[in-house]
Every structure is written in structure tokens, then in C-alpha cells.
């Protein structure tokens, strides 16, 4: 009863946190789709991909039980058909709270079709690609799997598609550890 109680009030806080902080503007989902542009691990997908889904914030956060929450639109080429929300909660050690932007690339009209098909998941054991400035890494922040290796100079990263889909992170603050289960739900209106 107590763990109920604990993570409806994390995730409240965090959705209410995400609602009137004003952390997504308008043209939030432009800058954000810059910020992955100028990777050059995630350039090629721009070029290549059926479609994408952006999420400009998503914050997560939890005490032993935690929850992560974004909203987000989806992109069939360069137009936005549709918005998404995505949802996350997790059972297991963890502490501490992070916000970061994601990108969801979709390889052709079937990826898109699953994730646009009202609600789409993704298993507990799937990652992402991390861009940051500092490093290009495998993490875990549930996404599609994709393999790189630690960025800088010289350094060659991979990152390809699995199931159709591709995701990468970036990590804007926050600071959370965490050994958690579970995978991120999403929720799709067409426009």
C-alpha cells in the first residue's frame, strides 16, 4: 500500500512538474529536432528513415518506485501527423530524477504504422543511443537497441535500426541511478 501511494505521488509530481514548468514550448520540437541534426551518428536517419517521433522533455524520477513522462509528435517525412504521449513505470532500485529529449526513427511504413497504432511499447530490454557532449554511448533509457561505442574523434559509432525502429537520447540534466524493470508506453492522436 505504501509503494502504491509512493509512486502515484512520484509520478504526479512529475507530471505536474512537466505541465507548469513550461519546459515545452512551441518551437521546442524545432530546436530539439536541430540538436539531433547535428549529430553525425543520428544524420543519416534523418536522410533514410519513413518517419520520426520527437519528444523534446521527458523527465523522469523515483524512490524505489519511479515514472517518466513526456509529450511528443510524430513526423511522416517533414509532417507532423499526429501527437504522442509517452509514459514509463519502473519497480526496482532507484533514485534520483533526469530529464532528456528522445527521437524515434522509424525505418519504413510498417515501424510507423506499429508505433501510430494507438499504444506501442517498448520491451524492458531495449536502449538508445545517448548524444551528449561529451559522449556518444549505449544506455539504457528504453528505446530500440542500438549498439556505439564511447564518442570523440576518430572514434567510429554504429547505430541501426532493430525492429524497424532506431532511438537516441540526449540528456539535458539530472542525475539518477538506477537498476529498474520496465519499458516505455506510448499513446498516439492523429492530428
Request: charged content about 15%; hydrophobic content about 40%.
Given at each position: ?17 512537466l ?30 528513415a ?95 537497441k ?15 535500426y ?30
Amino acid at each position: 500500500m505504501m509503494k502504491t501511494f509512493r509512486f502515484f505521488s512520484v509520478l504526479g509530481l512529475m507530471v505536474l512538474l512537466l505541465n507548469f514548468s513550461g519546459l515545452t514550448y512551441a518551437d521546442s520540437y524545432s530546436n530539439t529536432i536541430e540538436v539531433f541534426k547535428k549529430s553525425p551518428v543520428a544524420q543519416p536517419f534523418f536522410k533514410n528513415a519513413y518517419g520520426y517521433a520527437v519528444f523534446p522533455t521527458i523527465g523522469k524520477g523515483g524512490i524505489g518506485i519511479g515514472g517518466a513522462y513526456g509529450k511528443g509528435q510524430v513526423y511522416q517525412g517533414a509532417k507532423v501527423t499526429g501527437m504522442s504521449k509517452l509514459f514509463k513505470a519502473t519497480i526496482g532500485f532507484q533514485l534520483g530524477g533526469q530529464s532528456f529529449s528522445e527521437i524515434i526513427f522509424f525505418k519504413d511504413k510498417r515501424a510507423y504504422d506499429d508505433f501510430t497504432s494507438g499504444n506501442f511499447e517498448f520491451d524492458a530490454a531495449a536502449s538508445a543511443v545517448a548524444i551528449t557532449a561529451s559522449a556518444e554511448a549505449k544506455t539504457g533509457t528504453e528505446g530500440t537497441k542500438a549498439s556505439a561505442g564511447a564518442g570523440g574523434p576518430g572514434v567510429h559509432t554504429k547505430a541501426k535500426y532493430k525492429k524497424g525502429m532506431a532511438v537516441f537520447v540526449h540528456i539535458k540534466g539530472g542525475l539518477m541511478y538506477e537498476a529498474a524493470i520496465g519499458g516505455q508506453k506510448f499513446s498516439f492522436q492523429a492530428m
